[in-house]
């Protein structure tokens, strides 16, 4: 081998590490599951096995009405979750942005939800909401109200599902947005008290426009999270009552445990992962573009605004 | 019993122990120093068990390695075993519903060879003695409907911690009203609606209805007794007929006048409603009985009474629970048959029911040593003679239908969905997933 092509080799085998890495951890599972879903496979076989059906699988579940409320449960579930955790974690770290004696202590109580073990809130929630010896409905009870069917009506289980999630995932919103809020560029804020901006209008004209990058990037983190949530749900309900909180995880798991269809299941893993792809490029495209126009703005030449 | 009656029933235990030790040893011999590595599912029957084995270990000098796991957790990690060329475990308990997918895919020894060997079959295990519905519904396959007993089929397992349905009550509450325990749905019903009426904030029967698994096993619950079944003896589906309806208005009655929350209780919260004191009946398996007489987690002991699952048209209890069998893909198949039979023989199932334990045998039930120690297991014996192994059917799609009835009922009882309308749409999916499975090939 002349030096020449030892050289030009050279990057390659720098790169080959990283590539086999991505490779071996990346796209084989990817691939396998994707190879699988085109399978009529049953965990008593194996993979080599199983009979090739080619899209029968996905035209199956696109007919399946349980598969489709299911993604219409995910949906729901992952837009009021996020939502309402973006709206909560957000308020919380604007008014807790400030010196208040013993804020260190204060936050670590508040992200304590989130190391819970997703059983563990499951257990815990499960019982808070349990009919008669739950505290809520005790509670409740005691002060001559009646007592509420948490678990047991569709609409307050997709309910109670909804308020276990904001508890445990309202304080990683929290967290990241008091990061960004303290790192914000004090000059802004600043000129924007000197010029004589008032609280709210510092909020909407400067805080959330310069936060706007990270809260994107937290808001793409939870909407990926609430699309996999899986065993806190698990514990509650198991998808009951009917199918009024089955999220997509959930069936996924019982289609390849219960049903025995290891290819529907990858089917449906495939479906999931398209739909956050999809959001995920969305997402992106968005901030790209809103790059582009905070840009374009600092560039125009002053005289023109 | 009298204190004649032990010393007969334990010298007579003893001589039979001994005549099996000297018998047996040349047929221990050629295995001992093996280690069987069995699966087990974490269950009150088999901690029972595991009080027992270091008996066979000493009689056989064959040691068992046991690997306990939750019995879905079980299911899935045999699952992956049974497809291994060779596999870690000699001899496993199966869930009843795991025969179909284990026979159908060829993973089990059929058990036809080792009852044939002479240097293996104890001419004295007595097949007889074993709870006959069991062994047609845990042991036997590839008869009728291919699940069922027939000419054709044959046995690829023994029932080993198998359990029934009964109907637990407060005697001590139908003793204040004068009332008499049900023996038919009729009684059970109407009782099911009368005791909170007499007993203000205590639910009638307590009975499992979550969705998903939970509401189809109480479905099928009712509808054996009722008269019905899932598929007619075409496998067309029947869930919808008359009989079907009347499953399922039992069940949303007995869901109506239970305890606040019964339309999502699993059988542990149904038992623990019981237990509490909450509710005046419970309809569910045998299993549960020991715990209600335990004053840790009992504020009913000494106030439970038992009688058999109430009648309908018929008389039909759950056949549920475990079966031993051995894998295809096992290392020492002729040692795990000899720990198969020594666990399923006479000796062992009563010792292993005085552990607490189910028994597997009519003769363990009647034994009167047991039923002075456990009040219940000679009613629990008779039950057992309702066992219907057809109760729920045991084939490789059911997994897929029995959550979709299960689902649909729980909107049945959470949402006040039409049951004839809900039924009919279980029952042409179930059509569809049967087609699918080439359960209709055959048909003209």
Known sequence: MSIATANRLTPYLFLAPAAIVLVVALIYPIGYVIYASFLDWNPSQRIGEAAYVGLKNYMKLLGDAAFRESLWVTLKFAAVVVTAEMIIGVGLALLLDRNIRGMSLLRTLFILPMMVAPIVVGLMWRYMYHPTIGIFNRTLTSMGFEAVPWLSDSDWAFAAVVIADIWQWTPFIFILSLAALQSLPRSALEAARIDGASQWQTILYIKLPLMLPVLIVTMLLRLIDAFKVLEVILVMTNGGPGLATEILSLRINRTASEFRALGEAAAMSNILLLVLMGLTLAMFLYSKAMEARARALRAAPVGEE | ?444
Not at chain 2, 88 to 100: Q, R, T
Not at chain 2, 277 to 293: I, K, Q, R
Request: hydrophobic share 40%; proline share 6%.
């Open chain 2, 1 to 444: 019993m009298s204190f004649m009656q032990s010393i007969k029933a334990g010298l007579f235990l003893a001589a039979a122990s001994a005549t099996a030790v000297l018998a047996s040893d040349a047929a221990f011999k050629p295995y001992a120093g093996t280690k069987l590595v069995v699966n087990f599912p974490a269950h009150p029957h088999y901690s029972a068990v595991r009080k027992v084995l270091p008996e066979f270990t000493k009689l056989t000098g064959i040691q068992v390695e046991v690997d306990q796991l939750e019995f879905l957790k079980m299911r899935e990690k045999q699952t992956l075993e049974l497809t291994k060329a060779r596999g870690d475990y000699d001899l496993i308990a199966y869930v009843v519903f795991s025969k179909a997918d284990y026979v159908f895919a060829d993973q089990l020894e059929n058990l036809a060879r080792y009852f044939m060997n002479p240097k293996l079959a104890d001419p004295a295990y007595d097949a007889e003695d074993l709870i006959d519905g069991y062994v047609q519904n845990i042991g036997v396959a590839g008869g009728r409907k291919g699940y069922l007993p027939g000419p054709t089929g044959s046995l690829f397992g023994v029932p080993f911690g198998a359990e029934t349905s009964v109907l637990f009550y407060r005697t001590d509450v139908f003793e204040k009203h004068k009332l008499a325990p049900p023996k038919t749905y009729t009684e059970m019903l109407d009782l099911a609606c009368k005791i909170p009426q007499m007993e203000p904030g205590m639910g009638g029967v307590a009975m499992r209805a979550a969705s998903g698994h939970h509401a189809a096993h109480a479905f099928l619950l009712h509808l054996a007794p009722l008269g019905g079944r899932i598929f007619d003896d075409q496998w067309n589906p029947i869930v919808n007929n008359e009989k079907g309806i009347a499953a399922a208005q039992a069940l949303k009655k007995i869901v109506e006048c239970g305890v606040r929350g019964s339309q999502v209780f699993g059988p542990a919260e149904a038992a623990a409603s019981f237990a509490q004191g909450n509710s005046a009946m419970f309809l569910d398996s045998t299993v549960y009985a020991a715990g209600f007489e335990n004053p840790a987690n009992s504020k009913v002991v000494g106030k439970v009474g038992w009688v058999k699952h109430p009648v309908g048209v018929r008389a039909g209890s759950q056949t549920g629970g475990f079966g031993i069998g051995i894998p295809k893909n096992a290392k020492s198949k002729e040692a795990a048959f000899l720990l198969l039979q020594w666990l399923t023989s006479k000796e062992a199932d009563l010792k292993i029911a005085l552990e607490g334990g189910n028994p597997s045998r009519y003769s363990t039930h009647k034994n009167p040593t047991l039923n002075a120690k456990f009040p219940f297991s000679a009613a629990f014996g008779e039950a057992l003679k309702d066992a219907d192994p057809d109760w729920r059917p045991i084939i490789p799609p059911w997994g897929k239908i029995n959550a979709d009835l299960g689902t649909t009922l729980s909107k049945v009882l959470t949402e006040n969905a039409d049951i004839k309308a809900s039924l009919d749409g279980v029952a042409e999916r179930t059509r569809a997933e049967m087609r699918a499975a080439g359960y209709y090939t055959w048909q003209k």
